[in-house]
C-alpha cells in the first residue's frame, strides 16, 4: 500500500485551463503539505493543513485553492493555468509532535504539471 | 527568517570514494537540521536528522553528518559511496515554531560513476 499516494501522476494541460491533483495518505498523519519543486529541483512550500485547518499559507498566488475534506486528504486546484505554474508538485505528511519538530515528512511520488 | 544554502548543485565521484555534501543555515532562532534523498522519479526520504543531542547524525546506510552550531554547517559525509547512492540530496531546516515546516536548499546532485 503506497503511503501518499499523489494523482495524477502526469498532467499535460493549455494556458488558461483549471485542473486539480489529489492527494491521499493512509498513515493516519494529522498534517498535510504541499511542496512545489521547479525546473532546477529548489522545493517551496505551499500550504499545509493540521487536521483540516490551514496552517501554513506562503506567498501563493490566489489561483491556488487547496481543500482538505477531512485529515487523509489535501488537493491542490489551479486556476487559469499559466506558463510558470509548470512544476513538480509534491504531498507530504506529517505526524507533528505537540512540540518543536521532528522534520519526518512522507512524500508522494509528485505529479508532474506541463502548461503548454 | 531561515534560509539553507548547499554549495555545490552537482558532485561527480567514483564507486568507493569518499563524499561530502555541504550544507550552510541561517537562522537567528534554534533549529532543527535534516537530510533528505532523492532516487529519480521518487518523492523525498528522510535521510537523517540533527534535533538535540549529539551533534554527529547517522543513517541506517552509511551516511552521517555534523552540526556546527559555530560554522552554521550540516555537512554530509559518506566514507564510501556506491552506484546506488546517486541521487539528488537536499538539506533543510526547521524551526521551533512546529508543524515541521521545512525550508529546503536547492539540492545537490550526487552522481557515482563506475
Known amino acids: 500500500d503506497t503511503a501518499v499516494s499523489q494523482t495524477p501522476k502526469y498532467l499535460v494541460t493549455q494556458m488558461g485551463n483549471d485542473k486539480s491533483i489529489k492527494c491521499e495518505q493512509n498513515?493516519?498523519?494529522?498534517?498535510m503539505y504541499w511542496y512545489k519543486q521547479d525546473s532546477k529541483k529548489f522545493l517551496k512550500i505551499m500550504f499545509s493543513?493540521?487536521?483540516?485547518?490551514?496552517?501554513i499559507n506562503e506567498t501563493v498566488p490566489n489561483r491556488f485553492s487547496p481543500k482538505s475534506p477531512d485529515k487523509a486528504h489535501l488537493n491542490l486546484h489551479i486556476n487559469s493555468l499559466e506558463l510558470g505554474d509548470s512544476a513538480v508538485y509534491f504531498c507530504?505528511?506529517?505526524?507533528?509532535?505537540?512540540?518543536?519538530?521532528?522534520?519526518?515528512?512522507?512524500f508522494g511520488e509528485g505529479s508532474r504539471l506541463t502548461v503548454l | 527568517a531561515q534560509s539553507v544554502t548547499q554549495l555545490d548543485s552537482q558532485v561527480p565521484v567514483f564507486e568507493e570514494a569518499p563524499v561530502e555534501l555541504r550544507c550552510n543555515y541561517s537562522?537567528?532562532?534554534?533549529?532543527?537540521l535534516f537530510w533528505y534523498v532523492q532516487y529519480p522519479n521518487q518523492g523525498l526520504q528522510l535521510l537523517l536528522k540533527?534535533?538535540?543531542?549529539?551533534?554527529l547524525v547517522e543513517s541506517i546506510n552509511g551516511f552521517e553528518a555534523e552540526f556546527n552550531k559555530s560554522q552554521t554547517s550540516f555537512h554530509l559525509r559518506k566514507p564510501s559511496v556506491h552506484i546506488s547512492d546517486t541521487a539528488e540530496y537536499f538539506c533543510?531546516?526547521?524551526?521551533?515554531?512546529?508543524?515541521?515546516?521545512?525550508?529546503f536548499g536547492a539540492g545537490t546532485r550526487l552522481a557515482v560513476h563506475p
Open positions: 507530504a505528511s506529517s505526524q507533528v509532535p505537540r512540540a518543536g519538530a521532528d522534520g519526518e515528512l512522507f
Open positions: 498513515l493516519g498523519h494529522d498534517t
Open positions: 493543513y493540521n487536521n483540516k485547518e490551514l496552517i
Open positions: 537562522s537567528s532562532v534554534s533549529v532543527y
Open positions: 540533527y534535533l538535540s543531542g549529539s551533534t
Open positions: 533543510a531546516v526547521s524551526g521551533p515554531g512546529g508543524y515541521n515546516k521545512l525550508i
